[in-house]
């Protein structure tokens, strides 16, 4: 099928809300063939897309099918799963609230129950509900961090993980056999309330989480610690605050311009508190009262991003790497003195994350073990982890801002760690240090590992092409030299091979399949290549470590340039 035809199907569509009809008339044909080409994919991390007309854009159509495909899944399940049903959440972007109800009204039509969430809140919680209620699958829509022109889709299973590859493979087989998105059936939400297929919750199930992230606390508040918050127009306004405050921490400031929801993230760019440009605000408020600590959420709350004064007292913004570093530090050292360390005790952090994580953990006897990229990894781990009764987990972080204490959710959660992270600043406050001074101890003890980032979003048919030719380049042709440093191995994880090319040994690697290449420098340097799986990208991550910072730094620029030169030459 063309996309024209695709096209047609939509324009003849007599009940197409006026709104998607006007942005048909207004499309160029580039646009149109963008929009209708092929259907926006979902994966193991849900579907995300800029909102619009067309299979290829978040609508309400693209929401129903996917939610048919999902209720399929369910009753495939057994009437058991049916009734158990399914919890929804939303965050503050465009089409969020509207897209819950598609969904309930989706479910409602195959006579599957919904929990629906009476206002907007957090990914977190969303994963908590569903453990809670002890629901068979959970749906949050978001974006993320997205620009405010995109919205999406996440699918949580009965655990509260999002949905394992093969799960997710299930959903698509049933969205495949939908013909006509624009014919699914819905029902009404005043005939689905009247049968008990939709229930509406609230505030109850919020204080039942609180309760839940209080008892992970470690020491109560014992310093005068000041903290500047934002949420960036997202759902982390509610639950943050309540949660430092119950864990003691009284001086609490909002920045009101960014406090209440809004989907268009007005004050900001772009909603991320991985950029320096969302905390200009926080930096503001932070000066004018002397602040100890800033914090930003990302709209659906799940990351969290960190600044603080640096030794010039200027407000500097933490990695999710060095925030990472902070809080395991601070809780394995919190938990030994304690005697709360168990002997089977392991630290979980994907491939892409820095090493210095390693290096802590190790210092104090605990494990460590990489998962792929995305925490539904870490998830699944923690759910082996409990089944098997073998390990302990103690910490579980990504480098892209997330991170997870208690296993009572299963997705990273901002307010778990917006907690702990004040906790540590009070620590460090106690002995006349910042969380800067705190990071510089680990770098002079562990050595100084420095890491860094680089996308190239290439959008579109032609930007996918691209994505795979640089990929397949790496794969095919990899480099046996990066900035004057033998490449030493390969890690394929499509092939799940660990090639050792100075000894031509290959070990099996023990994770599952996905499209990410990792090449090691024989000076421990690394550089990985992973395509996006929810943007038009494809990302770059860089590793080194170094004596000294500065020494440090140069290197990691000399192997980025390396590295970059070389995909520029392949797409250019």
């Keep these: 099928m063309t996309w024209k ?33 092929k259907q926006l994919e979902f994966g193991t991390g849900g579907m995300r897309g800029e909102l619009g007309v067309g299979p290829n854009r978040m609508n309400i159509y693209t929401v129903r099918k996917v939610t048919a495909g999902l209720a399929a899944y369910i009753k495939e ?16 972007r465009h089409g969020s609230a509207e897209f819950a109800l598609e969904a309930a009204k989706t479910l409602g039509a195959h006579g599957i129950k919904s929990y629906v969430f009476e206002e907007l809140r ?23 961090h997205n620009p405010a022109e995109y919205n999406g889709y996440k699918v949580y299973g009965e655990d509260g993980a999002q949905l394992p590859p093969k799960a997710a493979d299930v959903i698509v087989t049933h969205m495949n056999k939908i013909e006509n998105e624009l014919l699914l059936e819905v029902k009404d939400e005043r005939e689905l309330l009247s049968q008990n297929l939709v229930n509406y919750i609230g505030e109850n199930l919020d204080q039942v989480y609180l309760d839940y992230v ?41 920045v009101d311009e960014q406090k209440n929801p809004g989907p268009n993230f007005s004050t900001v760019s772009s909603p991320n508190p991985e950029e320096a440009q969302a905390f200009q605000l926080a930096i503001q408020y932070g000066k004018e009262r002397g602040a100890d ?58 491939i892409v994350t820095s090493e210095l994580g390693r290096a802590i953990a190790e210092n104090y006897g605990v494990e460590t073990v990489d998962t792929l990229t995305g925490f539904k990894y870490i998830a699944e781990k923690i759910e082996e982890y409990k089944r098997e009764k073998n390990k302990t987990l103690q910490f579980g972080y990504e480098e892209s801002y997330g991170y997870l204490i208690g296993d009572f959710v299963r997705d990273k959660d901002a307010v778990q760690a917006a907690m702990m992270i004040a906790e540590a600043a009070d620590y460090y406050k106690q002995q006349e240090m910042t969380l800067y001074d705190g990071l510089i101890e680990l770098y002079e003890t562990y050595g100084y590992y420095k890491e860094s980032l680089s996308s190239f979003t290439l959008k579109g048919k032609d930007g996918a092409e691209q994505i795979s030719r640089i990929v397949n380049r790496f794969r095919k042709h990899p480099p046996a030299e990066i900035a004057d440093a033998v490449v030493e191995r390969i890690e394929d994880y499509q092939s799940r091979k660990r090639i050792n090319l100075l000894t031509a040994q290959i070990e099996t690697m023990d994770l599952p399949l996905s499209n990410v290449l990792k090449f090691w420098l024989q000076d421990g340097s690394w550089f990985a290549i992973r395509p996006s799986g929810t943007e038009p990208k494809v990302k770059f991550y860089f590793g080194v470590k170094q004596g000294t910072e500065s020494e440090s730094e140069e290197r990691l620029k000399e192997v980025k340039a390396s590295v970059i030169e070389m995909v520029e030459s392949i797409y250019s």
């Design 5 to 37: 035809t695709e096209w047609k199907k939509w324009s003849t569509h007599k009940e197409l809300p006026s709104e998607l009809k006007k942005q048909m008339n207004e499309m160029s044909e580039t646009e149109q063939e963008d929009a209708f080409y």
């Design 77 to 92: 399940n057994g009437t058991e799963a049916q009734k158990r049903g399914v919890v929804i959440a939303y965050d503050s």
């Design 214 to 254: 209080k008892g992970l606390q470690l020491k109560k508040a014992a310093t005068n610690i000041h903290i500047v918050y934002t949420p960036l127009h997202g759902t982390g306004q509610k639950l943050v605050p309540q949660a430092l405050q119950n864990a003691g921490f009284q001086h609490i400031t909002i």
């Design 122 to 144: 957090p990914t977190p919680e969303l994963s908590f509900a569903v453990r809670y209620l002890r629901a068979y699958a959970g749906i949050m829509i978001t974006a993320s």
């Design 293 to 350: 600590l800033l914090l930003a959420t990302d709209p659906d709350a799940d990351r969290l991003g960190v600044a603080v004064r640096n030794n010039d007292g200027e407000y500097i913004l933490l990695t999710g790497n060095q925030t990472g570093a902070l809080l395991l530090h601070y809780m394995l050292s919190q938990k030994k003195e304690k005697g709360m360390l168990a002997d089977n005790s392991v630290m979980l952090k994907t």
